[in-house]
């Protein structure tokens, strides 16, 4: 089966830092990869997302890195702030599967 | 104006009863999903629906049992809960089988006592 996202369960970061979450995915054939935000008593939201042919996209203080030779993919938040204080989850799609498989997540944690 | 809206937002129950979890969107989508959240917030898909029928079933108790009235509604029925039953249960949804985002909802908190 799909394993994804095997580590970092907290990040500390001080407000203005730059943040990267990192994840990790074992199936060589995923070909969409999501980022969500989850806060506290709220559902997972889209961050952003990246398909198999490309190797970065940028969103708004967000940017999503794809290494797909180690099966890596980042997410790196710009001038982190309190607001992005939350668990992040990263999640692959795997051909033609609707299923979406989740990491494990990671809780940012932003200091003043 | 909620896209996908899920009833109840709590749910406190003793062990053996049976409950139900509504679910329904908005957002035209013909996708539909239901994941559990353990108390270290992974998530495992559960069941998803599309346009009424079942096309993922993962290994889930069958105390569990998914219906779909229409693409915009999916429900979930437990019966005779257990404590291990206790997690938050989101409500998902998209359009189609492709490669794209799901849309959540903003969960219930099932607590088996």
């Known amino acids: 089966g799909e394993s994804v996202g095997l580590h970092l369960p907290t990040l500390s970061v001080q407000e203005g830092d730059n943040s990267i979450i990192n994840c990790a995915y074992s199936?060589?054939?995923?070909?969409?990869f999501i980022w969500y935000k989850q806060e506290s008593g709220k559902g997972p939201q889209f961050i952003i997302d990246?398909?198999?042919?490309?190797d970065k996209r940028q969103g708004q203080r967000v940017t999503v890195l794809l290494n797909k030779t180690v099966k890596h993919l980042s997410l790196q938040i710009a001038a982190t702030q309190p607001g992005d204080s939350a668990v992040y989850f990263c999640?692959?799609?795997?051909?033609?599967?609707?299923?979406?498989?989740f990491g494990t997540g990671t809780r940012l944690q932003v200091t003043l | 104006d909620t896209a996908v809206s899920q009833t109840p937002k709590y749910l406190v129950t003793q062990m053996g009863n049976d409950k139900s979890i509504k679910c329904e969107q908005n957002?035209?989508?013909?996708?539909m999903y239901w994941y559990k959240q353990d108390s270290k917030k992974f998530l495992k898909i559960m069941f998803s629906?599309?346009?009424?029928?079942?096309?993922i079933n993962e290994t889930v108790p069958n105390r569990f049992s998914p219906k779909s009235p229409d693409k915009a509604h999916l429900n979930l029925h437990i019966n005779s809960l257990e404590l291990g039953d206790s997690a938050v249960y989101f409500c998902?949804?998209?359009?189609?089988?492709?490669?794209?985002?799901?849309?959540f909802g903003s969960g219930t908190q099932l607590s088996v006592l």
């Open positions: 998902a949804s998209r359009f189609g089988y492709s490669a794209e985002k799901l849309f």
């Open positions: 199936n060589s054939a995923s070909d969409y």
């Open positions: 990246i398909r198999s042919n490309m």
């Open positions: 999640a692959v799609i795997t051909g033609t599967a609707s299923k979406l498989t």
């Open positions: 957002l035209g989508h013909d996708t």
């Open positions: 629906y599309n346009n009424k029928e079942l096309i």
